[in-house]
């Protein structure tokens, strides 16, 4: 039986039953079109994670005081670990390979300019961090790069604080108020918009000593480091845990590079990806039952048909394999509207929610389409395989 | 050449067992003309339908062409069907969805013959059976005699050597039934082994021979 017969012959026997071929098709096409649509918003919001993370770049390593462990007690019961300090990070800022090293520290505040206030997240950090985090100055300049210890007391100003506090009037020069203590406005800072519901914006960038002295404290809450593009950041953070571990005399911090942790939320993210279009998948399964149910009544309704078949000299893999056909016909035609159904319901997604695009990931558009025509398969065996076993003589007796 | 040699077949229906035919032997010639009649539950179906590689025979041996075809495998006893053995209903049997033209061609297409192959020799048939105008219509748009012809032709398209017909006027109008039977009777003059099933006395007596079937046993045979 030459190729395009084979269709032609299986799809005239989809076409003379067009309502129920149709509805069998509309069950596939729920599911893939589930499947699609679901895997789109998976992606989507994929890629709209990573890109938030992305934002400050990817030669990033961040390290934390305290060793993370998965079990035993923790450096902090132990209180004799050694905490993070401005002279670590110069001694950081030494080791090739690194570009820019920042000193974190964080917390919040209020924020007194003339006779408004606000609280806003105040950062102390060092000249380097516009760098490292690709934030980029609106106006004036970021802070400068005054010897980390005595550093000048100069603020850079979010573009939301900034808003709040001096509205149109000129900020810069002006002089505030941060937990008591006087800075001046030497800057400030374009928008960066939210990162996972943390305004960027609302927040303030004064040299780390000063941040240490606000809020008490004696230690960093974090150092950041930028290295080369071209340098493996495993290699890089081997470096660095090698240099602190000197100084320290042990491992007492956490190094997290900015790939690891893609890596790791990518992984997280790609599972989530997968599991909503598991859930897709229980309805294809649905789908596929409506084919079991259509091809067993197919067969019973062309008993007449198998029978004379046989008697023209068919072979009995011959008819298991036009069965087969039909049902795996039906599920791919279903498919195909189902990618039609998902495709366009991603589409109308992005429409209503830009902020968060579905992306049509192909490849899980050709395996939803795969998928189909498989399903369609396993719901034919059952129904073509009674088909192949029918006796010729019983079957031509059926009409 | 037909040869039958000492069949029994037995059918279980429930705890009984139905001897449907009992040491029948028989032989045909190329170009016979046999009518094979007897009463209702006789054995002449299962006879036919071990004849046309339908059935097996539970004892006894089925020569055709100077081949054991009863020892053949069902693949290969496919191939003879296909290519050897025509086979007329009373029912019909056409596939309903396809034209009378797709009727005919279908024993061409499931052999793999290239569509453009196809269309001049079921164009040809389409024309001998007078059915030229037919060629799209599908079997509801046809009357019995035409669907009839529909299955001569499609028995016919793959040129077989023997023709095994199953009452096949027995759902005909009487002029539809004898134009069907001339037409039978000239695909057997023209050399085809014809081997009819039939209730109708006055067809058997047409018939060069007459088998005559009684409780699954050949009762005689007459010539004439």
Known sequence: MQIQDFFRYTFNGIRAQRLRSFLTTLGIAVGIGAVVLLTSLGEGL?????????????????????????????????????PLTIEDTAILKQLPQILDVVSVVQGNGAIKAGGRQRRATIYGVDASAARVWKFAVAAGRFLPDDPPR????????????????????????????????????IG?????????????????????????????????????????????????????????????????????????????LGGVLNTLTIAVGALGGISLLVGGVGILTIMSITVNERTGEIGLLRAMGVEQSQILTLFLGEAVLLAAIGGLAGLGLGVGGSWLFSL?????????????????????????????VLPARRAARLHPVEALRAE | ???????????????????????????????????????????????????????????????????????LDEKEQARIRRHKIGFVFQFFHLVP??????????????????????????????????????AQHRPDQLSGGQRQRVAIARATIMQPSVILADEPTGNLDRNSGIEVVEILEELNRQGITLIMVTHDPELGRRAQRQILMVDGRIEREAEG
């Open chain 1, 46 to 82: 994929h890629r709209f994670v990573l890109a938030e993370f992305t934002q400050f770049g990817t030669n990033l390593i961040a390290i934390n005081p305290g060793k993370v462990t998965t079990h035993g007690v923790s450096g902090a019961l132990l209180s004799n670990v050694r």
């Open chain 1, 150 to 185: 005595s550093a000048r007391s100069f603020v850079v100003l979010g573009s939301k604080v900034r808003q709040e506090l001096f509205g149109s009037n000129q900020a810069l020069g002006m002089r505030i108020r941060i937990g008591g203590e006087l800075f001046r406005v």
């Open chain 2, 1 to 71: 050449m037909i040869s039958l040699q000492n069949i029994e077949r037995i059918f279980q229906v429930g705890d009984e067992e139905v001897h449907a035919l009992r040491d029948v032997s028989m032989t045909a010639t190329d170009g016979d003309h046999i009518a094979i009649m007897g009463p209702s539950g006789s054995g002449k179906s299962s006879l036919l339908n071990i004849l046309g590689l339908l059935d097996r025979p539970d004892t006894g041996s089925y020569e055709l062409d100077g081949v054991k075809v009863s020892e």
């Open chain 2, 97 to 134: 969805r396809l034209t009378a033209f797709d009727n005919i061609a279908l024993p061409l297409m499931l052999a793999g013959m290239k569509q453009d192959e196809r269309q001049a020799r079921v164009t040809a048939a389409l024309a001998a059976f007078g059915l030229g105008n037919r």
């Open chain 1, 188 to 264: 400030s800072m374009e928008s960066k918009g939210q990162m996972l519901g943390f305004d960027l914006d609302d927040a303030v960038y004064i040299p780390a000593a000063k941040a240490m002295a606000l809020f008490n404290r004696e230690s960093l809450m974090e150092i950041d480091l930028l290295h080369t593009a071209g340098s493996s950041s495993s290699v890089v953070a081997e470096k660095v845990r090698k240099a602190l571990q000197a100084r320290h005399g042990k491992e007492d911090f956490t190094i997290t590079t900015q790939e690891k942790m893609l890596e790791i």
């Open chain 1, 352 to 380: 209503a929610v830009p902020a968060l695009p579905a992306h049509i990931s192909w490849t899980y558009v050709a395996s939803a389409e795969l998928l189909a025509a498989f399903v369609g398969l396993l719901a034919g």
